[in-house]
């Protein structure tokens, strides 16, 4: 069975940082992009970061642009998220999503989330 | 960065009606690079469509998408009490930047 498990969500306060990770298991994940995508409470999807399988492209939003830092260990079918400069504007649900192939383009797998709550 | 606006931001149906969702991407959407989702409350998203009009695998018929450059839309044919929910559009032409639209709530009138 395909399964992403995330963790590493808390709370941290404003300028502070959090590491997210996210196990996968069921499938060959080298051949996967791997994405990071959060919900604020009440509000929509937002794409924040992915990594292609070959760790060779990687993307970011432009609000997590130097702040965000993506990174995965195909040999412990793992990726992560470094998050720093923590704001309260980036308290949500992080979601870890499997990219349909090695590129960044959709999503077709998704774990349940963790929670990121950014306050004093 | 391309800006995909959905609308209308709610669709208040019955069961067993049509629903037509609507993505506007701000410029074109290279090759119908778009993605439909769909998220119940309390649950992560599930991809239904991609490349505008290919239905993910286990998605039933009755979901079906159609669009191109600029206007994208999901057609739900007979709405089932499970498809109440709401959906977001996702495009993919500018990556390694990918965007979502805002979403369509679709309720039971």
């Known amino acids: 069975e395909v399964q992403l498990v995330e963790s590493g969500g808390g709370l941290a306060q404003p300028g502070r940082s959090l590491r997210l990770s996210c196990a996968a298991s069921?499938?060959?994940?080298?051949?996967?992009?791997m994405h990071w995508v959060r919900q604020a409470p009440g509000k929509g999807l937002e794409w924040v970061s992915g990594i292609s399988g070959n760790t060779r492209r990687i993307g970011y939003a432009d609000s997590v642009k130097g702040r965000f830092t993506i990174s995965r260990d195909n040999a412990k079918n793992s990726v992560y998220m470094e998050m720093s400069s923590l704001t309260t504007e980036d308290t949500a649900l992080y979601y870890c999503a499997r990219g349909f192939n090695w590129n960044l383009y959709f999503m077709d797998v998704w774990g349940k989330g963790t929670t990121v709550t950014v306050s004093s | 960065e391309i800006v995909l606006t959905q609308s209308p931001g709610t669709l208040s149906l019955s069961p067993g009606e049509r629903a037509t969702l609507s993505c506007r991407a701000s410029q074109s959407v290279i090759s119908r690079y778009l993605a439909w989702y769909q998220q119940q409350p309390g649950q992560a998203p599930r991809l239904l469509i991609y490349g505008a009009s290919i239905r993910a695998t286990g998605i039933p018929d009755r979901f079906s998408g159609s669009g191109s450059g600029t206007d994208f839309t999901l057609t739900i044919t007979r709405l089932e009490p499970e498809d109440f929910a709401v959906y977001y559009c996702q495009q993919y032409g500018t990556s390694p930047a990918l965007t979502f639209g805002g979403g369509t709530k679709v309720e039971i009138k």
């Open positions: 069921g499938f060959t994940f080298e051949d996967h992009a």
